[in-house]
């Protein structure tokens, strides 16, 4: 039997036993193409997954007592008890992995044997050497809705715990890995803990505010906390994430649905509140980030929020500029990258000063993750740009040093 040259050889099935490698051979391949080893390559949004080694992270939770529920939590379900669950359909089998099909939420089961190092650190490094990346910041993904547990205390407990365990068994272990230790905003005082006794942690490159909360984030319990984020010189993150628990999205009757427009419509809110009260005014200093919204739109918000202060600058009286400017100076990921239409792309790009503002994000392992192709692949972009979105723009604003590549 003959086999006809155009029928490719199938991708064989992936699934959590898969090695990070075998399933990144592309990536490795298209970092030879675009000769990634002459690029600094910062990934300012990756994940780990703690599910499988919540053992570890609870040995760092100060509360006896929450600490001993999280562990009969743990060996009754496999989480701990203040992470809630994703709705609709809990445990790996989700909407988001469509059933089992995508391995999405499932902790990565490949073998990693012959070293001494963090089994998770391990894989980290396996990714970012195949996809190219020099530098790789990592964001948890279950406590991503951590912020709307009904138990504060836990979320602030939960959090504290997953702070130290990142910092003493990630970055302490791999000088590649950076980390933004997770703000429990509700308890404002443990905020303000972690800013003080993580800061100028080897590893650490800012803080971390999920967006999946009901947090105003300009009300004034949280005034300190940003001032002392303000002089660790350090940025605050707000990354988004998906929910089917908010009013609105329960209204939507699809993944695809809730998956477009949660992780948007969370930063959305907090962007209004952070400028409308001019906390930009207020907190000159402070470096923003949003984090796995896209870019779409923030254009949407420039010409949004100009339309109406314009016509009510009373309602905004802290505000000197249009908030369209205040937006020029914030940062944003560019994961996922909305690139289907390449004129709106590259007006967005202008729009957010993208050659300055913008930061290149992988999102891996997520089943959506973009390579650093999903740049260097962009013709309006120029070669300057294009090395700064893919790392000069994170070293410039972590102040990372030793920079290979930089022009």
Known sequence: MTTDPRVKTLTPQFDRFTDTREMLDH??????????????????????????????????????????????????????????YPGPGASGVSSQSMFGRVPHQDPQAEA??????????????????????DVQVIFPTSLLGLGMSPLAEGEAQAAYAYNRWMVEAF????????????????????CLRIVREFAGRPGVVGFLVTSIRYSPVHDNAFMRLYAAIEETGLPIAFHAGP?????WMKTMNRFISVHAL???????VHLTNWIINGLPERFPRLKV????????????MMQRLDHEYLKRTSEAPLLTRLPSEYMREMYYTSQPMECDD????????????????????SDWPHWDFDLPGSILGIRFLDAKAKRNILGLNAARLFNLTEVPGAV
């Open 27 to 84: 990536a490795r391949r298209q970092s030879v193409e675009y000769g990634l080893d002459d690029y600094f390559v910062v990934d300012v949004d990756s994940h780990r997954e703690p599910n499988a080694h919540w053992r570890e992270v609870l040995e760092f939770m100060e509360n006896p007592v929450m600490r001993s529920n999280s562990l009969a939590t743990l060996d009754a379900r496999g989480t701990m008890m203040y992470v809630p």
């Open 112 to 133: 990693v044997e012959g070293v001494t190092r963090h089994r998770d650190v391990e894989l980290s490094r396996r990714a970012m050497d195949s996809i190219g990346i």
């Open 171 to 190: 970055c302490a272990e791999e000088p590649r890995i950076k980390f933004m230790p997770y703000l429990p905003l509700r308890s404002p005082e443990m």
């Open 243 to 247: 929910t089917w628990d908010d009013d």
């Open 262 to 268: 949660s992780f948007v419509h969370c930063n959305m």
């Open 289 to 300: 980030i949003w984090v796995e919204s896209g870019l779409a739109w923030v254009p949407f």
């Open 342 to 361: 390449h004129d709106l792309l590259e007006a967005t790009m202008t729009a957010i000063n993208a050659e300055t503002q913008l930061l290149y994000a």
